[in-house]
């Protein structure tokens, strides 16, 4: 068993290292086709019509495939270029994932038979491709979102198919409004009742994931009171809610 956990630790280690994923001379594809589908699939609450993008799966098709040829290259690319590509195409190959296997009660049904936290999971499938590379969702969201970005409020842009996670924004994230877009879904998720009760001090088990994330720059309660309506004591007892994997369906 130590052996395992030995293990398990280099592995993680491992994969905190730099992405290879990324292309040279490549220019940002439009998201207008992504944007439509979202606008159309997606409801107000986040909630996600699974069989309207299969349905539309050719349209769909067709913007996976322009993420896949246009990589983003970091030398020529500007931050809010690279950040909306990369959140959409988080967000994209998850409805894949989905869709791929669908019907399924929930995103950890897809994942191994045997799965090691931070190791093996469903989110270290690589079944898509970026530039001709095999790549993963935990690659997207660990080796470049949060490492390369180093921006706390990815996490609630990006979507993982499951009722607690933040709503998954029906439209999508473009260079020219990526800072009121991520402004706009942090505020929303923090403030929304059934993934934050601020009234008790107990919110969404994501802010205990990525506590350091929050903290880069402060505490998680000055954090969470930057965006709050009705903001936390500073010196509150934080406690965290239990994780729902269903279905956003």
């Known amino acids: 068993m130590k052996i395992l956990i030995l293990f398990a630790l280099f592995l993680f280690n491992v994969s905190c290292g730099d992405s ?48 896949s040829q246009n990589p983003p290259d970091r030398n020529t690319w500007s931050r809010e270029e690279q950040l909306a590509y990369w959140i959409n195409a988080y967000n994209a190959y998850t409805i894949k994932l989905i869709m791929d296997h669908y019907p399924v009660k929930s995103i950890r049904d897809i994942g191994p038979k045997l799965e090691i936290p931070l190791v093996n999971t469903v989110w270290h499938l690589e079944f898509f491709e970026i530039g001709g590379r095999a790549a993963s969702l935990d690659e997207i969201e660990h080796k470049i979102l949060r490492k390369e970005f180093e921006e706390p409020r990815i996490h609630f842009a990006i979507n993982c198919a499951s009722v607690s996670c933040p709503k998954l924004y029906n439209r999508a994230f473009t260079a020219d409004k990526i800072e009121m877009q991520l402004e706009m879904v942090t505020k929303a998720f923090i403030n929304d009742p059934s993934r934050n009760d601020l009234d008790r001090n107990k919110l969404s088990s994501i802010f205990s994931w990525f506590k350091e994330d929050f903290t880069r720059d402060g505490s998680l309660v000055a954090f969470i009171n930057g965006y709050a309506d009705n903001p936390l004591d500073p010196n509150a007892k934080i406690s965290f809610k239990e994780y729902d994997w269903s279905l956003n369906e």
């Open 20 to 67: 290879p994923l990324g292309g040279v001379d490549t220019e940002p594809p439009a998201h207008d086709i992504f944007d439509s589908l979202l606008s159309i699939h997606v409801d107000e609450e986040g909630l996600v019509d699974y069989k309207g993008f299969i349905a539309d799966k050719e349209a769909f098709e067709d913007y996976l495939q322009l993420l």
